[in-house]
Protein backbone atom coordinates (compact mmCIF):
# COMPACT_ATOMS: atom_id res chain seq x y z
CA UNK A 1 0.00 0.00 0.00
CA UNK A 2 0.80 3.40 -0.07
CA UNK A 3 3.41 4.33 2.60
CA UNK A 4 4.23 7.85 3.94
CA UNK A 5 7.61 8.66 5.50
CA UNK A 6 8.11 12.06 7.93
CA UNK A 7 11.80 12.55 8.55
CA UNK A 8 13.06 13.43 11.48
CA UNK A 9 10.47 11.52 13.98
CA UNK A 10 11.50 13.88 16.42
CA UNK A 11 13.77 17.13 17.07
CA UNK A 12 14.59 18.97 20.45
CA UNK A 13 16.17 22.93 18.90
CA UNK A 14 16.87 26.16 21.13
CA UNK A 15 14.37 28.57 20.65
CA UNK A 16 14.83 31.30 17.84
CA UNK A 17 16.17 28.36 15.51
CA UNK A 18 14.46 27.08 12.46
CA UNK A 19 13.49 23.34 11.92
CA UNK A 20 12.90 21.38 8.70
CA UNK A 21 10.95 18.65 8.66
CA UNK A 22 10.36 16.32 5.34
CA UNK A 23 7.64 14.52 4.00
CA UNK A 24 7.58 11.56 1.40
CA UNK A 25 5.57 9.51 0.15
CA UNK A 26 7.69 6.35 -1.02
CA UNK A 27 5.61 4.55 -3.40
CA UNK A 28 3.13 6.34 -5.39
CA UNK A 29 3.12 10.04 -6.47
CA UNK A 30 1.01 12.61 -4.36
CA UNK A 31 0.10 15.41 -6.05
CA UNK A 32 -1.22 16.83 -2.65
CA UNK A 33 0.09 17.03 0.47
CA UNK A 34 -1.21 18.08 3.57
CA UNK A 35 0.53 19.23 7.02
CA UNK A 36 -1.62 18.88 10.16
CA UNK A 37 -0.43 19.75 13.85
CA UNK A 38 -1.77 17.51 16.93
CA UNK A 39 -1.84 19.06 20.46
CA UNK A 40 -1.53 16.55 23.47
CA UNK A 41 -4.86 14.94 23.81
CA UNK A 42 -6.64 17.38 21.18
CA UNK A 43 -7.53 16.75 17.09
CA UNK A 44 -5.41 17.11 14.38
CA UNK A 45 -5.95 20.41 12.87
CA UNK A 46 -4.89 20.72 8.92
CA UNK A 47 -2.26 23.65 8.68
CA UNK A 48 -1.89 23.74 5.25
CA UNK A 49 -2.47 21.97 1.77
CA UNK A 50 0.34 22.00 -1.02
CA UNK A 51 0.25 20.88 -4.19
CA UNK A 52 3.41 20.44 -6.30
CA UNK A 53 5.32 23.08 -7.89
CA UNK A 54 2.61 26.07 -6.56
CA UNK A 55 2.22 27.69 -3.50
CA UNK A 56 0.91 26.38 -0.66
CA UNK A 57 -3.12 27.02 1.19
CA UNK A 58 -2.88 27.94 4.55
CA UNK A 59 -5.89 27.73 7.16
CA UNK A 60 -7.22 29.82 8.50
CA UNK A 61 -5.28 31.13 11.38
CA UNK A 62 -1.59 29.97 10.52
CA UNK A 63 1.03 32.68 9.78
CA UNK A 64 2.47 31.40 6.59
CA UNK A 65 5.54 33.02 7.08
CA UNK A 66 6.04 30.92 10.11
CA UNK A 67 5.45 28.10 8.80
CA UNK A 68 7.35 27.82 5.33
CA UNK A 69 5.76 25.02 2.98
CA UNK A 70 7.42 23.75 0.19
CA UNK A 71 6.29 21.10 -2.07
CA UNK A 72 9.03 20.65 -4.83
CA UNK A 73 8.57 17.50 -6.59
CA UNK A 74 5.48 14.85 -6.30
CA UNK A 75 7.23 12.97 -3.55
CA UNK A 76 8.52 15.42 -1.22
CA UNK A 77 6.94 18.70 1.07
CA UNK A 78 9.10 19.97 3.46
CA UNK A 79 7.72 22.29 6.84
CA UNK A 80 10.18 24.69 7.71
CA UNK A 81 9.15 26.00 11.28
CA UNK A 82 11.00 29.39 11.27
CA UNK A 83 12.11 31.09 14.78
CA UNK A 84 10.48 28.50 16.57
CA UNK A 85 9.11 29.25 20.34
CA UNK A 86 8.08 26.94 22.38
CA UNK A 87 4.24 27.26 22.02
CA UNK A 88 5.74 26.00 18.46
CA UNK A 89 6.20 22.34 20.06
CA UNK A 90 3.70 20.30 18.91
CA UNK A 91 3.27 16.81 16.87
CA UNK A 92 3.89 17.66 12.70
CA UNK A 93 1.62 15.20 10.74
CA UNK A 94 1.56 15.07 6.99
CA UNK A 95 -0.41 12.99 4.93
CA UNK A 96 -0.76 12.71 0.73
CA UNK A 97 -3.31 11.65 -2.01
CA UNK A 98 -2.91 11.18 -5.31
CA UNK A 99 -5.56 13.75 -6.35
CA UNK A 100 -7.76 16.05 -4.52
CA UNK A 101 -10.93 15.01 -4.90
CA UNK A 102 -10.19 11.10 -3.23
CA UNK A 103 -11.45 10.33 0.01
CA UNK A 104 -8.46 8.58 0.74
CA UNK A 105 -4.82 10.36 2.56
CA UNK A 106 -2.38 8.42 3.51
CA UNK A 107 -0.49 9.83 6.40
CA UNK A 108 2.97 9.98 7.78
CA UNK A 109 3.75 8.74 11.31
CA UNK A 110 4.19 12.44 12.65
CA UNK A 111 7.61 14.46 14.07
CA UNK A 112 7.22 15.63 17.28
CA UNK A 113 9.16 19.04 17.82
CA UNK A 114 10.18 20.33 21.13
CA UNK A 115 11.32 23.83 21.16
CA UNK A 116 13.73 24.71 24.57
CA UNK B 1 -18.92 25.37 12.48
CA UNK B 2 -18.08 21.40 11.82
CA UNK B 3 -16.96 19.20 14.68
CA UNK B 4 -16.38 16.02 15.63
CA UNK B 5 -16.91 14.58 19.36
CA UNK B 6 -15.92 11.25 20.48
CA UNK B 7 -15.16 10.11 23.74
CA UNK B 8 -12.64 10.27 26.01
CA UNK B 9 -9.99 7.55 26.69
CA UNK B 10 -8.11 5.52 27.22
CA UNK B 11 -10.45 2.45 26.54
CA UNK B 12 -9.25 -0.47 28.78
CA UNK B 13 -11.24 -4.21 27.93
CA UNK B 14 -10.18 -7.53 28.18
CA UNK B 15 -9.46 -9.66 24.81
CA UNK B 16 -12.93 -10.87 23.44
CA UNK B 17 -15.04 -8.17 24.73
CA UNK B 18 -17.43 -5.64 22.81
CA UNK B 19 -15.75 -2.52 22.08
CA UNK B 20 -17.93 0.87 21.17
CA UNK B 21 -16.34 4.26 20.91
CA UNK B 22 -19.04 6.90 20.28
CA UNK B 23 -18.46 9.41 17.70
CA UNK B 24 -20.76 12.36 17.32
CA UNK B 25 -20.73 15.10 14.70
CA UNK B 26 -21.85 18.80 13.73
CA UNK B 27 -21.71 19.63 10.53
CA UNK B 28 -24.29 21.14 7.70
CA UNK B 29 -25.79 18.77 4.64
CA UNK B 30 -24.24 15.25 4.99
CA UNK B 31 -20.70 15.16 5.63
CA UNK B 32 -18.77 12.08 4.52
CA UNK B 33 -17.75 10.22 8.30
CA UNK B 34 -14.47 8.31 8.63
CA UNK B 35 -12.43 5.74 11.25
CA UNK B 36 -9.07 6.21 11.42
CA UNK B 37 -6.54 3.93 13.04
CA UNK B 38 -3.16 4.93 14.35
CA UNK B 39 -0.65 1.66 15.81
CA UNK B 40 2.10 2.47 17.53
CA UNK B 41 4.73 4.30 15.81
CA UNK B 42 2.25 4.16 12.38
CA UNK B 43 0.91 6.97 10.60
CA UNK B 44 -2.83 7.04 10.61
CA UNK B 45 -4.99 4.48 8.57
CA UNK B 46 -8.27 4.73 6.89
CA UNK B 47 -10.31 1.88 9.15
CA UNK B 48 -13.79 2.12 7.48
CA UNK B 49 -16.09 5.38 5.65
CA UNK B 50 -19.59 5.79 5.06
CA UNK B 51 -20.79 8.63 2.84
CA UNK B 52 -24.38 8.75 3.03
CA UNK B 53 -27.14 8.48 5.68
CA UNK B 54 -27.77 4.59 7.11
CA UNK B 55 -24.44 3.77 5.29
CA UNK B 56 -22.62 1.61 7.12
CA UNK B 57 -18.55 0.91 6.96
CA UNK B 58 -17.29 -2.04 7.80
CA UNK B 59 -13.76 -4.00 8.27
CA UNK B 60 -11.37 -6.23 10.24
CA UNK B 61 -14.55 -6.83 12.29
CA UNK B 62 -14.78 -3.19 13.19
CA UNK B 63 -18.19 -1.50 11.84
CA UNK B 64 -19.76 2.16 12.06
CA UNK B 65 -22.98 3.14 11.20
CA UNK B 66 -23.86 6.87 9.84
CA UNK B 67 -26.71 7.99 11.90
CA UNK B 68 -28.19 11.61 10.41
CA UNK B 69 -30.91 11.37 13.09
CA UNK B 70 -28.59 11.08 15.95
CA UNK B 71 -25.60 12.69 14.20
CA UNK B 72 -23.33 9.86 15.46
CA UNK B 73 -21.02 7.40 13.96
CA UNK B 74 -19.75 5.40 16.72
CA UNK B 75 -17.75 2.28 16.41
CA UNK B 76 -17.97 -1.28 17.31
CA UNK B 77 -16.35 -4.38 17.46
CA UNK B 78 -17.67 -7.84 18.70
CA UNK B 79 -14.28 -9.16 19.89
CA UNK B 80 -11.75 -7.18 20.07
CA UNK B 81 -8.10 -8.38 20.08
CA UNK B 82 -4.88 -7.16 21.56
CA UNK B 83 -3.61 -6.47 17.98
CA UNK B 84 -6.15 -3.82 18.14
CA UNK B 85 -4.81 -2.03 20.53
CA UNK B 86 -4.14 1.40 18.89
CA UNK B 87 -5.32 5.14 18.83
CA UNK B 88 -9.11 5.84 16.83
CA UNK B 89 -9.68 8.95 15.33
CA UNK B 90 -13.47 9.92 13.74
CA UNK B 91 -13.39 12.64 11.28
CA UNK B 92 -15.38 14.28 8.45
CA UNK B 93 -14.75 15.58 5.32
CA UNK B 94 -17.74 18.77 5.20
CA UNK B 95 -19.92 18.68 1.70
CA UNK B 96 -18.23 21.58 0.86
CA UNK B 97 -14.95 20.46 0.76
CA UNK B 98 -13.31 17.51 -1.82
CA UNK B 99 -10.68 17.15 0.53
CA UNK B 100 -10.50 18.67 4.11
CA UNK B 101 -10.68 16.37 7.15
CA UNK B 102 -11.72 17.08 10.34
CA UNK B 103 -10.95 14.80 13.46
CA UNK B 104 -11.87 14.14 16.62
CA UNK B 105 -9.33 14.05 19.26
CA UNK B 106 -9.15 10.53 19.21
CA UNK B 107 -9.63 7.36 21.72
CA UNK B 108 -6.24 5.30 23.09
CA UNK B 109 -8.04 1.91 23.30
CA UNK B 110 -5.84 -1.18 25.19
CA UNK B 111 -6.81 -4.42 25.23
CA UNK B 112 -5.31 -7.10 27.58
CA UNK B 113 -5.23 -10.49 27.06
Known amino acids: GAVVSQHPSWVICKSGTSVKIECRSL??????MFWYRQFPKQSLMLMAT?????????EQGVEKDKFLINHASLTLSTLTVTSAHPEDSSFYIC????????????FGPGTRLTVL | GNSVTQMEGPVTLSEEAFLTINCTYTATGYPSLFWYVQYPGEGLQLLLKATKADDKGSNKGFEATYRKETTSFHLEKGSVQVSDSAVYFCALRPMDSSYKLIFGSGTRLLVRP
Open chain 1, 95 to 106: SATLDTYTDTQY
Open chain 1, 27 to 32: DFQATT
Open chain 1, 50 to 58: SNEGSKATY
